[in-house]
């Protein structure tokens, strides 16, 4: 396996994301930033304006905003990127090449990518990667939507396997903790979570 394979494999997986930035004269705006006390961010899915929050267990919520929750002195514009998936996307997701280049390397599907893993190729991929991705490199990013959900090694369930949930966002702004927000197709609802490393 060779770096140039698993780049033209990401390139038929990538999907449209939207980084959030701060907005500049003449742009539209599309969230707010609140900061990380009870009320974190606003932004406008579709037609309806969203609140992520902390009720006052500290339980983090996403739903609808009230009107008064909307502006914050921190106005955000969205901006379209291609995002790639992350190396343990490419394991999971991999057509019969990748699945073969697992197989002779002993490697699971489901493992995950880490420093063991035998073939520097995956080491070439997740550097590439990298420097493709807001999450890694992008200090005025506010938050991430959409796009590929970052994976968590702690995560004994891996959210992005579950075909009934959609990642919707993830912040990056201020950084540890970080947090991230799914839409449950069953239920009709929104989750949220808080993640540290």
Request: hydrophobic share 45%; no cysteine.
């Given at each position: 396996m060779d770096l140039a394979y698993l780049i033209r494999f990401a390139e038929t997986m990538t999907r449209n994301a939207f980084a959030?930035?701060?907005?500049q004269r003449g742009e539209?705006?599309?969230?707010?930033?609140?900061g990380k006390d009870k009320l974190i961010l606003t932004v406008q899915l579709g037609d309806q304006w969203y609140?992520?929050?902390?009720?006052?267990?500290?339980?983090?919520?996403?739903?609808v905003a009230k009107q008064e929750q909307v502006i914050s002195k921190t106005p955000l514009t969205k901006h379209e990127f291609l995002a790639y998936p992350s190396i343990d996307h490419l394991f999971h997701y991999g057509d019969t090449a990748i699945s073969t280049w697992l197989e002779s390397c002993h490697w699971d599907t489901d493992e995950g990518y880490n420093d063991n893993f035998p073939d520097p190729a995956a080491d070439r991929y997740v550097r590439w990667f990298q420097q493709q991705d807001p999450f890694y490199n992008s200090d005025d990013v506010y938050f991430?939507?959409?796009?590929?959900?970052?994976?968590?090694p702690e995560?004994?369930?891996?959210?992005e396997w579950?075909?009934?949930?959609?990642?919707t966002l993830i912040t990056l702004k201020e950084a540890e903790p970080w947090y991230e927000v799914w839409f449950n197709k069953t239920a009709q609802a929104f989750i949220a979570f808080e993640r540290n490393s």
């Open positions: 959030y930035r701060k907005t539209n705006i599309d969230a707010y930033w609140h609140a992520l929050s902390k009720d006052k267990a500290d339980n983090l919520l996403f739903a991430i939507s959409h796009g590929w959900s970052f994976i968590w995560d004994d369930t891996i959210l579950d075909p009934e949930l959609d990642f």
